[in-house]
């Protein structure tokens, strides 16, 4: 099955720098890379995603890169705000996979002003 | 636009005892429904998912079962909590289109703890 890491699990950045939250892949298949920002308490909130289609999404300040070669995909946000600070989570999935997606571990961000 | 609604919010419970949670979407018809549980400080594990009324698949074996009476409605059941049944549920939906992956929305969660 498709086993998906992310790198690395903490982060912290000084507001306005940017910050780039790493993940790779295994399953050759997957073709729909989510990610999702949560906060403390809450459920996790769906910010932006890629299909295998595509090599790059950008919204506003936060852009996904996809490289299906190497398996790995990134998200990327720049000029950090404090409101940045939460758990991010990659995910990936398959045509098939009746939409189940495969999480990764996380990474806290954390945004100093 | 399309909601959904998890509760109760926060949930203790002793061990040994029943557990009942649910899970309601609207503004949608015949979506796919998913239990994901997080345990403290780590990702998402799918628990259960389903494609329509009656219709469930469990991922992991364990100590929880799901069921779906109506089109909307999901529920995560217990007869009887362990302690490591300890953790965060969150409900999630997607539209369905057949088996083609779509974006996955998620409730606002239980807070399980089971003393």
């Known amino acids: ?113 | 636009s399309q909601t959904i609604h998890q509760w109760p919010a926060t949930l203790v419970q002793p061990v040994g005892s029943p557990l009942s949670l649910e899970c309601t979407v609207e503004g949608t018809s015949n979506p796919n429904l998913y239990w994901y549980r997080q345990a403290a400080g780590r990702g998402l594990q799918l628990l259960f998912y389903s494609v329509g009324i009656g219709q469930i698949s469990s991922e992991v074996p364990q100590n929880l079962s799901a069921s779906r009476p109506q089109d909307r409605q999901f529920i995560l059941s217990s007869k009887k909590l362990l302690l490591s049944d300890s953790g965060f549920y969150l409900c999630a939906w997607s539209v369905s289109r057949g088996f083609t992956n779509e974006k996955l929305f998620f409730g606002s969660g239980t807070q399980l703890s089971v003393l």
């Open chain 1, 1 to 113: 099955g498709e086993n998906v890491e992310q790198h690395p699990s903490t982060l912290s950045v000084q507001e306005g720098d940017s910050a780039v939250i790493k993940c790779t892949y295994s399953d050759s298949a997957s073709n729909y890379f989510p990610w999702y920002k949560q906060e403390l308490g809450k459920g996790p909130q769906l910010i932006i995603d890629i299909r295998s289609n595509v090599g790059e999404k950008k919204d506003q300040r936060i852009a996904v890169t996809l490289n299906k070669t190497a398996k790995h995909f990134s998200l990327h946000i720049t000029e950090t705000q404090p409101e940045d600070s939460a758990v991010y989570f990659c995910a990936a999935s398959s045509t098939g996979s009746w939409g189940k997606l495969q999480f990764g571990a996380g990474t806290q961000v954390v945004v100093t002003p």
